[in-house]
């Protein structure tokens, strides 16, 4: 078009890729977003036209059934399908269908297992009938399955019909055998029966005419709806899997995507053949051109099991893409497929619990005090021991955050209603929480059990703040040596004792010098990125090298002492979240991070927080710091403030406590007091009178936390500067007053070496 040429006098009749024929497809694509509303205290679930969504995910088929079932199944909330979904359940029907939410499409499949004909559907719904005729074979299909009641009696047809209706193997097996537990035995015996009547995924490839060469792409996906392979399968080929990281969510988003890109990279430069499995459009890793061979499907037992069997890798690489390929490594190496790296045996003690809290007891090492307990007065009786606050994981929980930290009785009982149950199935983890205390990062790579480089980062907030939402500092800048010390001694024992060969991770506690194994995740961490860059040393590619088997450069030791500091602060996304408090908890709730480097900690930070969107204040400052403990933390940053001229206003307690110790303040109303009057704090809030609020909330009465509410909620939606921790509030103060903003320097990142 740019050249001036019509369409129609592109490519005439009987060309190929003529512009007169609609380009034939034989296959549909599918994106589902992905919610995370759960994490938000307050926040309402209904959907429209603001969006909400933090990721998504593409599943391509040959018919509908097939990739909505395969798309919920990719989500990785725990649906294994558009049925078969034991834990969902609705009670007002009418209303879930009229009023949409994240979890619809799953009422409409009770809807229609209770009978609602399409067309009632149709009426609350509006949706299109062509697609609730579509998800209605899924459920009658699912009474078919049903009717038998062991594997064997399945008819070769009745299961191949099945699979091509996106029926996944844990679903049949659920329908057929109603199992109880974790169904890995009853997987597999389906598995053996499909193998068995030969019923096989048939792996298709997808063309694209963009590229040079249209038939060449790497994009593959796997259906039932046809037979037959479009690659061709080599035996002894020298390849590698990589699992990639799923559809984006709070907690597991690019910076996984960045550890697959670069171990699928490092693999191809040692010649070997990569082989990608993601099913995330928005995604590096599943560009066509960063790997041998991408398989666009999802990252289930039974989906990897089929590309294993097909491409018969020399190993799989499970420690790269967060969570969700770290959960498959045990079943995987119980099926002996070969896992490149640690053994999946070290993985299983890092990830269990009690195996790892043995291990530690063992190594002499300190752990928070905790226990697993089924009862209420169980927990009780641990509280006493080691007083408040405790922090709880229930290990099933309807809805809210799925751990909470609890001050008192009554907060514990409140919050252990929330989880559904607490039983003997159901346990619950109950562990002492230290307050004051700083939460240190060690990320590493290691070989045999011997770390090769290691980065160790603070936290600016205490921990009680998810590692996920604190603002991080690289090299560590305000730690003991000794600390540091300890630190570097107990991950070395930890690596030796598991064995540890790749990446890994440790969470530390910290407080005048005792030093704390909060857990150790054997896999590359969130932060893996922030320090690769700032050290400028790629962590993955070390540890893909050592997984492989190939040479690596070791650092020397002054590698790790570096004259420039990074700071990577979090992005949140409050305002798109109506009636979301936004406080920071010990469930993450960030939606994105940047990370800035600069010649010191004040210049770093700036420079961090400027990039999430800060500003610096340009007159009125608010403060409204909760308890004493708090109003003290924030004094040092008051006056400095108070000495560049600022103007400050307090909520009444503040205001008295900075008053007499010398600090000029202005008291303002809460928002219960005087409503109308002008000085009451939402009145202020709405006439802009203050260009940052610092609101640390209490944790008790409920006055106080409906108050605290109005403000944070006040300033997101006026969108005013907000900061709920008073380490961060004390740092990013003192950080511009003591740096001007023309005095912040723009460096590239090559300039810093």
Known sequence: MALGYTLDQIGEMGTPNSAYVAPQLDYYICKIPRWDLTKFAGVSREIGSSMKSVGEIMSIGRSFEEIIQKGLRMIGQGMHGFVGNDDVHFEDLDKELSHPTDLRIFALAQAMEEGYTIERIHELTKIDPWFLGKLKNIVDYKAKLSAYDKVEDIPADVLREAKVLGFSDFQIARFVLNPVGNMEKENLMVRARRKELGILPAVKRINTIASEHPELTNYLYMTYAVQGYDVNYYKNEKSVVVLGSGAYRIGSSVEFDWCSVNAVQTARKLGYKSIMINYNPETVSTD?????????????????????????????????????????????????????????????????????????????????????????????????????????????????AAMNVCYDDEELENFLKMAAEVSKEYPVVVSQFLENTKEI????????????????????????????????????????????????????????????????????????????????????????????????????????????????????????????????????????????????????????????????????????????????????????????????????????????????????????????????????????????????????????????????????????????????????????????????ASAFIEAFCDLKLEDIQIKSWQEYK
Not at 300 to 328: A, H, K, M, Y
Not at 370 to 382: A, H, I, M, P, Y
Not at 587 to 606: P, Q, R, Y
Not at 699 to 715: C, D, F, M, P, V
């Open 288 to 400: 066509y051109d960063m790997c041998d061979r991408l398989y666009f499907d999802e990252l289930s037992f039974e989906r990897v099991l089929d590309v294993i069997d097909l491409e018969q890798p020399r190993g799989v690489i499970v420690s790269v893409g967060g969570q969700i390929p770290n959960n498959l490594a045990m079943k995987l190496y119980r099926q002996s497929v070969p896992v490149l790296g640690t053994s999946p045996i070290s993985i299983d003690r890092a990830e269990n619990r009690n195996k790892f809290s043995a291990m530690l007891d063992q190594l002499g090492i300190d752990q928070p005090a905790w226990q697993e307990l089924t009862s209420l007065e169980d927990v009780k009786g641990f509280v006493e021991k080691v007083g408040y606050p405790v922090l709880v994981r229930p290990s099933y929980v309807l809805s809210g």
């Open 441 to 728: 990062e060690f990320d590493a790579v290691a070989q045999n059990g011997e770390v090769v480089e290691y980065a160790i980062s603070e936290h600016i907030e205490f921990a009680g703040v998810h590692s996920g939402d604190a603002t991080l500092v690289f090299p560590a800048q305000k730690i003991y040596f000794a600390t540091a010390r300890r630190i570097k001694k107990i991950s070395r024992q930890i690596a030796k004792e598991l064995n540890i060969s790749g990446p890994f991770n440790i969470q530390f506690l910290a407080r005048n010098n005792e030093v704390k194994v909060i857990e150790c995740n054997l896999r590359a961490s969130r932060s893996f990125p922030f320090v690769s860059k700032v050290l400028k040393r790629n962590f993955i590619e070390t540890a893909t090298r050592i997984m492989l088997d190939a040479p690596y450069s070791r650092p020397d030791k002054s590698a790790f002492d570096i004259d420039w500091i990074g700071v990577k602060a979090s992005q949140f996304s409050f305002s798109r979240l109506h009636k979301a408090d936004p406080v920071l908890g010990v469930d993450m709730s960030s939606t994105g991070e940047v990370g800035c480097i600069g010649d010191d900690f004040s210049e770093a930070l700036l420079n961090a927080m400027i990039a999430t969107g800060f500003k610096i204040p340009g007159k009125g400052v608010m403060f409204s710091s909760g308890a004493m403990k708090s109003k003290v933390d924030l004094l040092e940053a008051s006056r400095m403030l108070f000495n560049q001229g600022y103007k400050i206003y307090a909520t009444a307690g503040t205001a008295a406590f900075l008053n007499a110790h010398g600090v000029d303040t202005t008291p303002v109303y809460w928002p219960d007091e005087k409503p109308g009057a002008e000085n009451n704090v939402m009145k202020m809030i709405a006439d802009h009178k203050f260009d940052l609020i610092v609101n640390i909330p209490k944790n008790h009465s409920k006055r106080e936390l409906t108050n605290g509410y109005r403000i944070r909620r006040g300033a997101i939606d006026h969108n005013i500067p907000l900061i709920t921790n008073a380490r961060l």
